[in-house]
């Protein structure tokens, strides 16, 4: 079965930490991404890379940064959290295909900042 | 920008009653994708609807697309438990060919 594993499911971090999600795949995809998730808002990526050490913006990076060192890692970074990135983290990955590939995501990271 | 609008945000059925939600784009779209999130789960792929005017089902569930590739809809007769959730039409942005969500229909069964 395919596979996308989110290191942490709940994690709760302070104002000002420097917080590290990741994420791996298993099915060889060379795309990866990092969505958002809030109440009514649906899902708005932040980052997405197509090959390793290649990374692209999304619609709302700001506040955020990412690393693919490895073709099967793609890891968000908050650089000093706040209290307006608590939400749900959701990754994903696909296989290469312009837009018409579906995406495979993984459980989640609930973040919760104080 | 472009833009993906779904709605109803939330519908509440009886057990056994339908349930639709619609999904209008602000431009033409090459293909739409649907998802479903259960509660306390991940978005996990329904189906992919590329041809104008297409319409797919999958058991109680049918999909369309419409003539212009503007709009989509996703019907399911007879609600069950089990179909609890929210649903999640995607379509790939002009920009850089990444998915546009809307914002989710929340699907409800009355107790």
């Known amino acids: 079965d395919v596979k996308v594993t989110q290191s942490s499911r709940y994690l709760v971090k302070r104002t000002g930490e420097k917080v590290f999600l990741e994420c791996v795949q298993d099915?060889?995809?060379?795309?990866m991404f990092w969505y958002r998730q809030d109440p009514g808002l649906g899902l708005r990526l932040i980052y997405f890379s197509y090959d390793v050490k290649m990374k692209e913006k999304g619609d709302i990076p700001e506040g955020y940064s990412v690393s693919r060192e490895k073709k099967e890692r793609f890891s968000l970074i908050l650089e000093s959290a706040s209290t307006n990135q608590t939400s749900m983290y959701l990754c994903a990955s696909s296989a290469p295909g312009g837009g018409s590939e579906k995406l495979f995501f993984g459980s989640g990271t609930q973040l919760s900042v104080l | 920008g472009q833009q993906v609008m779904q709605i109803p945000q939330y519908q509440h059925v009886q057990e056994g009653e339908d349930f639709t939600t619609y999904c209008n784009s602000s431009?033409?779209?090459?293909?739409i994708q649907w998802y479903k999130q259960r509660p306390g789960g991940h978005p996990v792929f329904l189906i992919q609807?590329?041809?104008s005017g297409e319409v797919k089902k999958q058991k109680r569930l049918t999909f369309q697309f419409g003539e212009a590739k503007k709009n989509s809809s996703l019907h399911i007769t007879a609600t069950q438990t089990t179909d609890v959730g929210t649903y999640f039409c995607?379509?790939?942005?002009?920009?850089?060919?990444?998915?546009?969500w809307g914002a989710g229909t929340k699907l409800i069964i009355k107790p």
């Open positions: 995607a379509g790939p942005a002009d920009s850089n060919y990444q998915l546009i």
């Open positions: 099915m060889d995809h060379e795309n």
């Open positions: 431009t033409t779209l090459s293909n």
């Open positions: 609807l590329v041809k």
